[in-house]
């Protein structure tokens, strides 16, 4: 009989942990790659607690001594979602990084605990100084060969069994013997002998391949170990491999079962192995360690080069945007008509926006869940909607959808906020989403001199909330992938905060952000606005040194309704004007009749 209920579950663990000789255990949500979405056969924590977020981490203690004994921790995207998807007589909530999990483990554990970890699951990092915080209570962090979660998990599902498959040279830009000579210079550069690629979009990347292991991000569950001499190991399931991904590799890309990874691990002795410290599991540095290699720290070598788009990546998202720009146009024009009736719902418009991404013919999977969010919901930046949670949307209020799709040219991500009719928004909410506009156009326009981080342009997109004391709790861009991951580092704009990562990265020209700015308003209402935009090299006549700037990617048009036009400026108005004559340009060849129609007016000058 399965156990049914998050407590059970509990228990069972409990007993687990008991039966090893354990007095506590970490669950993540994480796989064996660090990746940001995780298989089915991955979501150990979902399974344990109930929480549906996709970031976090849960310690369980043996032996509950003061309160329930277990813990989850998360961070401020996810304060409301925790208390209501997570049973609080059984788990204390903790808000990161305010909390630490090293803190509470050392505080609550007691002297002589073992604390197990699964080491395939956390990074080497978070290992250490776990470690260390349970060592000065006197206590151990201790890795285990197996989780203790998989042994109790009595319907746990398998890992995807879907093939892998290739993605064309003429969808990639580059061959993958390009890309894994690259690769091999930069490990003789710096007197490597070896890398580790174990983040899934970068082996997808260097070897151009993608899968369908895990939702939202076209990749195959697999390993590399790349070589200086530019040959490399591909470590995948066998039941994924097809004659035609085996030309594909052709003779310099060897393939191995995944099972034979960490052994082959241990054949690197002697050697110098960079493994990057932050999608390199624990258990990676420890079989390299083992077997008397020497593990580089090291950012993984494809991360800077996958975020610079070529010129055939780039012309592919322009393509990807105008498809889906079609598609969410149609999305907008149905919301507009059907909304203000009343009897919509969150979960019905993501099915009807899900269904005109789908009438391009080239969907492959949408790049996220979508944020369909109606009224209060949409004051959470990082809402997902579900059959509990699933609100009507509401004649006379905002509704926000933030959503996206996978291309075999380009992934998209674009939040729109619009007025549901009849009557009129509030002042306030006019002149919160035109101080969101005003900050969005701030970042669209700016130019900037080479070597300018997004932590330096992140003021720009705030300044106008800020004027009015309010802000927002979240990064203002990040990176976005070709056919890949939508969150994709290492470049972001963000505020500055030590320690994370990404916000002093230079922007370069190639790379692809979000542009989001946005406002929150707990319990009453939300605002985004977030195109994609492409860095590319200005020219400034008189300029000094070299120049760079955004070229817009996302084309569909913003909510006129909710703008306060005495709020703007001319040269954004001009912005606006522009913008939304270049929208009507690429998206009117591919709509008619009514479609056409609201899209004319939607993009008539302010």
Excluded at 16 to 29: K, Q, S, T, W
Excluded at 51 to 68: E, I, M, Q
Excluded at 430 to 457: C, E, M, N, W, Y
Aim: hydrophobic share 40%; with cysteine.
């Amino acid at each position: 009989m399965l156990m049914q209920t998050h407590e059970a579950r509990l228990d069972a663990l409990r007993q687990e942990l008991a039966r090893r000789n354990l007095d506590g255990f970490v669950v993540p949500i994480s796989d064996e790659h660090v990746s940001e979405y995780v298989g089915a056969y991955a979501q150990r924590m979902a399974w344990l607690t109930g929480f549906g977020g996709s970031a976090g981490t849960v310690a369980v203690l043996k032996d509950p001594k003061n309160g329930p004994g277990a813990a989850i921790f998360v961070d401020g995207r996810y304060t409301i979602q925790v208390r209501e998807q997570v049973d609080g007589r059984l788990y204390e909530y903790k808000s990161v990084p305010k909390d630490s999990i090293g803190a509470w483990l050392a505080e609550n554990a007691g002297e002589g605990a073992r604390v197990g970890y699964d080491p395939w699951l956390h990074t080497n990092g978070w290992a250490k100084s776990v470690g260390a915080m349970l060592a000065e209570a006197g206590a151990e962090l201790v890795p285990l060969a197996d989780n203790p979660v998989d042994a109790v998990w009595e319907d746990q599902p398998e890992p995807s069994p879907a093939v892998a498959t290739v993605q064309d040279d003429t969808l990639a830009g580059r061959s993958s013997a390009e890309k894994r000579a690259q690769v091999g210079e930069w490990l003789k550069a710096g007197k490597l002998d070896a890398a580790v690629i174990s983040a899934l979009d970068s082996v997808a990347w260097l070897l151009n391949i993608r899968g369908a292991d895990v939702d939202h991000t076209p990749v195959a569950l697999s390993y590399v170990i790349a070589h200086a001499d530019g040959t490399a190991e591909l470590f995948i399931a066998p039941e994924k491999v097809t004659p035609e991904l085996t030309r594909h590799l052709g003779n310099a890309v060897t393939v191995r079962p995944r099972s034979e990874f960490e052994a082959a691990l241990g054949s690197l002795s002697g050697k110098r192995v960079s493994v990057d410290p932050n999608y390199g599991v624990a258990a990676i540095f420890q079989a390299l360690e083992a077997a008397g290699a020497t593990p580089i720290a090291r950012q993984d070598p494809t991360i800077l080069a996958k975020a610079i788009k070529n010129p055939v990546e780039q012309q592919g998202q322009r393509d990807s945007q105008a498809r889906d720009g079609a598609a969410v146009t149609k999305f907008l024009r149905w919301v507009s008509v059907e909304a203000p009736k009343g009897g919509e719902t969150e979960l019905s418009a993501a099915a009807q926006l899900l269904a005109f991404r789908e009438q391009t013919g080239l969907l492959k999977d949408t790049s996220f869940d979508t944020i369909s969010a109606a009224g209060p919901h949409a004051a959470i930046p990082h809402y997902r909607v579900d059959e509990e949670s699933n609100l009507p949307i509401a004649p006379g209020s905002i509704f926000l959808c933030d959503s996206g799709g996978q291309f075999p040219d380009g992934t998209t991500d674009i939040t729109r906020t619009v007025w549901v009719g009849p009557g009129e928004p509030s002042q306030e909410q006019k002149d919160r989403f035109t101080r969101v506009l005003k900050g969005h156009i701030a970042i669209d326009t700016q130019t900037f001199p080479q070597g300018t981080s997004g932590a330096q342009l992140d003021t720009l997109a705030r300044q106008f909330l800020w004027m009015a004391g309010v802000d927002y709790a979240h990064g203002t861009g990040h990176g976005v992938g070709s056919f890949l991951a939508v969150h994709e580092g290492p470049q972001r704009i963000a505020k500055p905060r030590g320690g994370q990562a990404g916000t002093d990265q230079e922007l370069m020209a190639g790379m692809i952000l979000s542009n989001e700015p946005g406002y929150y308003k707990a319990g009453e209402f939300g605002i985004r606005i977030e195109n994609l935009v492409l860095v590319e090299p200005r020219e400034i006549p008189g300029g000094e040194g070299e120049w760079l700037g955004f070229e817009t990617l996302t084309l569909v048009p913003i909510d006129a309704t909710l703008v306060d036009r005495d709020m703007l400026s001319e040269a954004e108005l001009e912005w606006w004007n522009s913008y939304h004559a270049r929208v009507l340009e690429v998206l009117a060849p591919q709509l008619e009749g009514e479609d056409l129609a609201w899209l004319e007016a939607a993009c008539a000058p302010l």
